[in-house]
């Protein structure tokens, strides 16, 4: 079964304020357990058998359509690849140049919002109102990608202070309310790659400023430079698509590599939200 919004958030709550560490106890998996194994005991733990069994079961017939699983997050990142690679070839042909001088990785970070499937459905269409807003702007730029939902775990954030850059950014963002949030919460963000015609250009960065002002709310990275631009559109089509079962206490990539474990019901809660909204709400194809 599907648990409903409010008992999800309720327990998010509960939870968040009697665990601060963010490890999971109590016969839940033991560190190091594979993903598929914590995704599983999380939505059996909660409740969500129906979700377990078509998630332990995916298969081509019957698609979980779920975030955690291998195979259905690999089809999204796959269908993404294809869109950004198809946008590129019809602006700028097969080569490197001018593509390299015209492309972007861009990431926004729109909203810090309550676990909640309606405030994040919410914060996903502001954040797309936006997109349009930036595409009516500048009508030859075009951006390719999807939004993402990463559950925040402030506590655990202040506790460690691993990264004072990413509590800056969240705390200005929530008006200074971020440093006493007890609460589980969402983060709502996109990634994307973005095609501008004639190179980035200060303009680009002084609308994405005006309307994403605070501290790391918004980036614009160049290609890896180590990297052919096809590898580079692989790398970055599963940006949005991630299987995390850990907090990431960090902004780098990498930060999500710890024992910060995302408890059994924040845990059922996301992959639960995923298959709420969908994937085809959560791209970007302006």
């Known amino acids: 079964m599907l648990l409903d919004d409010l008992s999800i958030t309720a327990a998010i709550t509960s939870q968040s304020a009697s665990q601060p560490q963010a490890q999971m106890s109590g016969g839940s998996p033991p560190p190091g357990s594979h993903a598929h194994t914590r995704v599983l005991h999380a939505l059996k733990a909660t409740g969500m058998t129906d979700l377990a069994t078509l998630y332990d079961e995916c298969c081509y017939e019957k698609r979980c359509g779920l975030v955690h699983c291998q195979a259905c997050r690999g089809r999204w990142s796959a269908e993404l690849l294809k869109r950004i690679a198809t946008e590129k070839e019809a602006r700028y042909g097969t080569g490197d140049y001018p593509a390299r001088n015209c492309l972007r990785h861009v990431t926004v970070l729109n909203a810090l919002v309550p676990c909640d499937v309606k405030a994040i459905k919410a914060a996903i269409e502001q954040g797309r109102k936006d997109i349009n807003s930036f595409k009516k702007k500048f009508r030859c730029t075009g951006l390719r990608g999807a939004f993402e939902i990463e559950l925040v775990n402030p506590v655990a954030m202040m506790r460690e202070q691993t990264c004072p850059a990413k509590i800056q950014t969240l705390s200005e963002m929530t008006g200074g309310k971020f440093e006493s949030m007890t609460e589980i919460m969402a983060l709502v963000h996109w990634h994307a790659v973005g095609f501008f015609n004639n190179g980035l250009s200060e303009d680009h960065r002084k609308w994405m400023k005006r309307k994403y002002p605070h501290h790391r709310q918004r980036r614009f990275d160049s290609l890896y430079k180590d990297q052919s631009i096809a590898e580079s559109f692989s790398k970055l089509s ?49």
């Not at 024992?259 to 298959?275: G, M, Q, S, T, W």
Request: glycine content about 2%.
């Open 238 to 286: 599963s940006y949005p698509f991630k299987d995390r079962v850990t907090y990431n206490l960090k902004f780098a990539t990498d930060g999500f590599k710890n024992e910060f474990y995302i408890e059994p019901d924040p845990l059922a809660f996301l992959v639960n939200c995923y298959k709420a909204i969908s994937a085809k709400t959560l791209r970007i194809n302006r």
